[in-house]
Antibody
């Protein structure tokens, strides 16, 4: 059974950085992508992009370039989302979800990032 | 990539059927049969309900079904139950090797 476990909630001040981790265990198809999805308070789901777990190559959706970085540590099967120069509008729940196919069967539990002074 | 278009809300009485539409373009919904639907209860992660237009994962009730015509996909829930009350999102793979979600639909069971 696949499990996807994310790091806990974060409270950060504007201008700071945050790193969210996402560990996948169990069988997932070779060469899967780890996707990141943002959900702002009271809003819908927004696909941020993904990182190829075989090549480490990241792809960012429009609006998520520059301050957002996807990375991997394959030795511990963990993906990371780093957001720098945090702004109040980055306050959201961030989900990771592996995609071996063209849908998201498994999801992390979500990580709430709150940006407030 | 613009979000797929869903109605903000739909409602129905127990036992009735409802349909949620999801309208995209020839670059996403209309391009492939890679439309999926997710159910989300407050404070929880989304749950896959339908994949590849009309396939149900193991454990999802037969009352949930999907279809597609052109650039519009639909999710139908038959025999509506109180437990179906949730937010529903459609998603599609796109011709730019990315994914796009719909804006979400709040289902109320009256």
């Amino acid at each position: 059974q696949v499990q996807v476990v994310q790091s806990g909630s974060e409270l950060k001040k504007p201008g700071a950085s945050v790193r969210v981790s996402c560990k996948a265990s169990g069988y997932i198809s070779i060469g899967y992508g780890m996707n990141w999805v943002r959900q702002a308070p009271g809003q819908g789901l927004e696909w941020m992009g993904w990182i190829n777990t075989t090549t480490g190559y990241p792809t960012y959706a429009q609006g998520f370039t520059g301050r957002f970085v996807f990375s991997l540590d394959t030795s511990v099967s963990t993906a990371y989302l780093q957001i720098s120069s945090l702004k109040a509008e980055d306050t959201a729940v961030y989900y990771c979800a592996p995609s071996g196919d063209y849908f998201f069967k498994y999801w992390g539990q979500g990580t709430l990032v709150t940006v407030s002074s | 990539q613009s979000a797929l278009t869903q109605p903000a809300s739909v409602s129905g009485s127990p036992g009735q059927s409802i349909t949620i539409s999801c309208t995209g373009t020839s670059s996403d919904v209309g391009a492939y049969n890679y439309v999926s639907w997710y159910q989300q209860d407050p404070g929880t992660a989304p749950k896959l309900m339908i994949y590849e237009v009309n396939n149900r994962p193991s454990g999802v009730s037969y009352r949930f079904s999907g279809s597609k015509s052109g650039s519009t996909a639909s999710l139908t829930i038959s025999g509506l139950q109180a437990e179906d009350e949730a937010d529903y999102y459609c998603s599609s793979y796109t011709t730019t090797n990315s994914w796009v979600f719909g804006g979400g639909t709040k289902l109320s069971v009256l």
